[in-house]
């Protein structure tokens, strides 16, 4: 343990030092504040408080801006090691790649979290401010505050994985941005287009509710909005969020970070420094 968070510390001095913490923080901070105010019209036409139609308007705005931050914070984890000609002086300290990886990890998630309360919590005290009432939303905040923790956990896994086999940062910010855009944004308009073609049958019924929970962006939008009372906020894919189960939703949640990272050290091994 003594060894992942000195890897942890350096990782985060790092991150400091790349302006990361100031970027992932600002960034939150800004949209939560936005989404704050001009999110909570439909608050009378729902019939739910200001706060929990925040939080519905906070999951689409975590689903895209999340992974991206974790994915831009990991891409060049290894990648960037190898091109800078640290890592074979890194592989020397009695430190095993399991480790390093954890630190990375706990480094760049402790960003996420730090950038995730200051987001939130301007949310929710600008809320609170405006209409008192609205401190009954409170439980869904902290849903979607460890919920969109544990998203970015998956994605940053993804990101060292990513990292590992591209081995040049150029590479590996490219095939993160594609697992951006193909995860985030183009697999919920095949899915819509397929429902549509389908008019109603087998694959809307049977394969695509799995297919939204095989998804970490869907299962994360899923489970909030499934838990909210502003469900009705929600439009597109969202609106599956009254159809599906939370609790295999939440399962889908609480098993892709531990899958991402068993990718990333499956790949972090097979490179050579």
């Keep these: 343990m003594n060894r992942i968070l000195a890897t942890t510390a350096s990782e985060f001095r790092i991150a400091l030092r790349n302006r990361w913490v100031a970027i992932a923080v600002i960034l939150m901070a800004l949209f939560s504040l936005v989404l704050s105010a001009a999110g909570s019209a439909p ?23 999340v992974p991206l931050v974790a994915l831009l914070m990991s891409f060049d984890a290894v990648a960037g090691e190898v091109e800078r000609g640290t890592l074979p002086l890194l592989l020397t300290y009695p430190v095993s790649r399991g480790e390093v990886l954890l630190g990375k990890l706990f480094a760049h998630l402790a960003i996420l979290a730090l950038a995730v309360a200051v987001g939130y919590g301007i949310a929710a005290g600008a809320a ?25 956990a998956t994605f940053l896994g993804a990101g060292y994985a990513l990292s590992s086999l591209a081995r040049r940062p150029s590479g590996a910010a490219g095939l993160a941005i594609g697992l951006w855009l193909g995860l985030v944004v183009l697999y919920d308009i095949g899915l819509l287009a397929a429902v549509v073609a389908d008019d109603g049958g087998a694959f809307t019924t049977d394969v695509f509710p799995l297919a939204l929970l095989a998804n970490p962006a869907d299962a994360f939008r899923l489970f909030n909005l499934s838990a909210s009372e502003a469900t009705a906020a929600a439009a597109g894919v969202g609106g599956a969020a009254g159809v599906i189960p939370v609790w295999q939703s939440m399962l889908s949640v609480l098993i892709w970070p531990f899958a991402a990272l068993g990718l990333a050290t499956l790949a972090f091994r097979r490179v050579t420094p």
């Design 128 to 152: 609170i401010a405006v209409d008192p009432g609205a401190a009954g939303g409170l439980p869904a905040l902290w849903r979607l505050s460890w919920s969109s923790v544990l998203l970015g």
């Design 43 to 65: 608050t009378g036409a729902v019939g739910a408080d200001r706060l929990s139609v925040t939080v519905a308007s906070l999951t689409s705005l975590s689903v895209y801006l």
